[in-house]
């Protein structure tokens, strides 16, 4: 099958596409068939060696968290799907991931795409949409009313976070630039700070929970706004144990973790209209057009989520 891979860390000239085996399975996986698959910051990230030590591959590596395709192939204990299913996946984590035609994947990583949804919506879900999820729902326990402060939220992750925050009956404020306001009030944002004119801890009070996807002060200053006992919740550095308990807020790291059924939750929000994924830039599966892609996610001013048509 066709792939694209990286021999060495360096570069984007380092994506090379190449002929390797298809994988085979065992009775607990099914082999799925791609169709689509998206860029997230962690693939360049990876392919720089920025994460050697986390995340120790061994080369050649296949990058590619998001998948959605057709089932071709299921082991013999798989009950809950079948041949021809439609599905969206994020795989676990291996050498062997999803800038390929086909991937091996286990049943409880899977979730079934919704009729009227697109390969390329559905490849654009699984890594941002459950880092989304895994942040709100199952660290920070949002419920209705809820004040939630959601910082990049023109970002993958954060737009994600604003719809499915939106859909528990939380009150959402996030930063951005001038330029997203609108994209961001269409998503259901109910207060925007341009970053670049106000200071949000300035402005905002009373917060219930702060996802943050920025670190550094901006991290230190989420504190400020956040009720006794809120919560601060970081995709990009492990908050301040200090700076927590001087606050008194519950802080923590999130580090995605596939899961079946939080997809399957993502995609029932899709059918109820409540959940729509950001299609930006979509590119071929070649290794000029992936070279490209990843130069598109380094900007970090890519709208919606870039996604590689594979079939």
Known sequence: MKAIVIDQYGGKETLKEREVNTPSINDE??????HATSINPIDWKVREGYLKEMLPFEFPIILGWDAAGVI???????????????????????????????????ENLLAKMPGDMSFEEAASIPLAGLTAWQCLVDFGKIKENDKVL????????????????????????????EKNHEFLKSLGADEIIDYKQADFSDVLQDYDIVLDSIGGEVQSKSYEILKENGKLVSIVQPPNEEEAAKYKVEAGFVWLQP?????????????????????????????EDLREAHALSETHHAKGKIVIKVK
């Not at 939080?262 to 599966?285: M, N, S, W």
């Open 259 to 287: 899961n079946g059924e939080h997809l399957t939750k993502l995609a029932d929000l899709y059918k109820t209209g409540q959940l729509k994924p950001i299609v930006g830039e979509t590119f071929d599966f070649t290794e």
């Open 150 to 177: 959601i910082h990049a939220g023109a970002g993958g992750v954060g737009n994600f976070a604003i719809q499915i925050a939106k859909s528990f009956g939380a009150y959402v404020a996030t930063t951005a630039s």
């Open 72 to 106: 071709i192939q299921k082991g013999e204990n798989v009950t809950g799907f079948e041949v021809g299913d439609r599905v969206l996946t994020r795989p676990a984590t291996t050498n062997h991931g999803t800038y390929a035609e086909y991937v091996a994947v286990e």
């Open 29 to 34: 996986q099914v082999l799925v068939e791609i």
